[in-house]
């Protein structure tokens, strides 16, 4: 393989926008955030493209790459199929701004909405590992919104008014599971948050990046708070009878 | 929101993102016809010291007057039809809500879409009380197990005593390894340095609830060939071979 043929969105609207072809040196190791830089250094210098790290950190070159949500800067071009064109566009569940950048404030304005961090005021800030290894799969989140992306309850339902999305519900959850923590946001997490809108179809796991599981062990966990709340008796009676929560 | 799409094809994968929706829907519903016809059939369900799994407990009872096997399959049933993993799977495969990550559904109820939020899909909340149900079935099963080494002449092993103990074992693994079961027994508490033995539980339905996915297919195949088996002996098709 001596070059490689990418297709890449460009405009500033999916209606009129289109893919415009490029050929591009391949190198060894190479990956499809490098043919961008490529053609932005040889072809056409206002290609619009985010990033950062380039070294999947950063989670800023967030794109559909042959239509799987995917960082470019972790996408290797020997991993994609050599007889076809690699096609590139942007996410498809946010606002385009132009070519592959498209608009991701909402996740921070939702993100606001959280109620935060809330230790007891005579906390003694001791904790063992057991308590926050938890936390820390949690914490490995790079906010790059491939997961709010791949959500189909925002990406094809656009209930954006109604659910949070799957980055979010990890944040909650780091909060939730955090054993410093004593805010109860179970009542938050089922109305606002909407946690009942997610039917755990794990694509959000699929797509991350950072191999977190968040169905398995951030959204389901959560639903089963919400469970325990509201919609078990025994728990329900139990917590009459022992006064906890 | 302006200048998102929820219209458009379908997808832009060119990859078979169809094929394991496709094998799914295959597989349940083979299963799913298999066993009505089996549940309904209420026969050839018991041979020697060997009782089908589809059937047990053997309730029989005067005023019942369809199968037994009506009277115990809703539970684990139930069980699955509520299981986390279940539900991935048919919300893509028979639902196509969505049948493949980046793969839009066939319907994009543009604001109407409410998850588990209504009726009926809230009811998928109760998959802790099918997950108790299932448990006092599998303890049935544990016990016809035990029961099939003990044949009138004594004790002994055929092929159908390790078909029923192997298939006791796979449904064990399958609900160990349940998300409720892992909340249950540990995943609720914020503080696992205060409850120790509640966390190595934990770590331990852990560990298995990263395979539910194995579990869930090995449990629902090896059930109804464990069934299958009790039925071929039961009307002679083939002769349970005596090991021991």
């Known amino acids: 393989m001596s070059e490689v043929v990418l297709q890449v969105f460009r405009g500033t609207t999916r209606e009129q926008g289109e893919l415009k072809e490029y050929r591009v040196p391949y190198v060894e190791g190479m990956v499809v955030l490098d043919a961008l830089h490529y053609i932005q250094a040889n072809y056409d210098g206002d290609l619009a493209v985010r990033w950062n790290c380039k070294a999947a950190k950063c989670g800023s070159c967030s794109a ?90 925002l990406r094809d339902h656009g209930r954006k008014d109604a659910f949070f999305g799957p980055r979010l519900m990890i944040k909650i959850a780091e909060l939730e599971m955090h054993p410093k923590d004593i805010l109860d946001r179970t009542e938050f997490l089922r109305k606002e948050a909407g946690v009942g809108f997610c039917n755990i179809t794990k694509c959000c796991t699929e797509v991350c990046p950072e191999g977190i599981h968040i169905t398995d062990n951030g959204i389901i966990p959560l639903k089963e708070r919400v469970v325990d709340r509201y919609f078990d008796p025994v728990m329900w009676i139990f917590r009459k009878i022992s006064g906890r929560k | 929101m302006a200048n998102t799409t929820t219209e458009g094809p379908l997808t832009l994968r060119r990859d078979a993102w169809w094929v394991a929706p496709l094998l799914t829907v295959i597989v349940l ?100 009380y099918f ?32 078909v029923l103990l192997v298939n006791a074992a796979l449904l064990t693994m399958y609900s160990v390894s349940c998300h409720s079961c ?46 299958l088996y009790v039925r071929l002996v039961a009307t002679g098709t083939i002769i349970d071979v005596r090991l021991i």
């Open chain 1, 64 to 153: 559909e790459v042959n239509g799987k949500p995917r960082l470019t800067c972790k996408t290797r071009i020997d991993s994609l199929p050599k007889d076809e064109p690699i096609r590139v566009y942007p996410m498809r569940a946010f606002p385009l701004i132009k070519d592959l950048v498209t608009d991701v404030s909402w996740n921070y304005e939702a993100k606001k909405r959280i109620p935060p961090f809330t230790p007891d005021k005579n906390t003694d800030w001791i904790m063992f590992q057991e308590d926050i290894d938890r936390l820390q799969e949690f914490r490995k989140c790079i906010e790059c919104f491939l997961c709010q992306n791949v959500c189909h309850i």
């Open chain 2, 29 to 128: 519903t083979a299963f799913g016809i298999y066993a009505t016809w089996r549940a309904l059939e209420g026969r050839y369900y018991e041979v020697g010291p060997y009782l089908s799994p589809f059937y047990s407990p053997l309730i029989l009872v005067d005023w019942w007057k369809f199968s037994p096997a009506i009277l115990i399959l809703w539970a684990p049933l139930g069980f699955r039809v509520t299981c986390y993993y279940y539900r991935k799977a048919y919300y893509r495969s028979f639902f196509w809500s969505p049948p493949a990550c980046a793969v839009r559904g066939l319907k994009s109820r543009q604001g109407k879409y409410t998850g588990e939020t209504r009726f009926p899909y809230i009811l998928q909340n109760v998959h802790r």
């Open chain 2, 131 to 162: 997950f108790y149900a299932a448990t006092v079935v599998l303890a049935f099963l544990w016990y016809d197990a035990f029961k099939a080494f003990f044949f009138e002449d004594g004790f002994g092993v055929g092929v159908g005593s390790i």
């Open chain 2, 182 to 227: 892992r909340h249950l027994v540990g995943g609720k508490l914020d503080i696992f340095s205060s409850c120790p033995t509640r966390y190595r539980l934990w770590r331990w339905v852990s560990a298995l609830n990263e395979h539910h996915m194995f579990w869930a297919w090995i449990s629902l195949f090896g059930v109804a060939l464990a069934d």
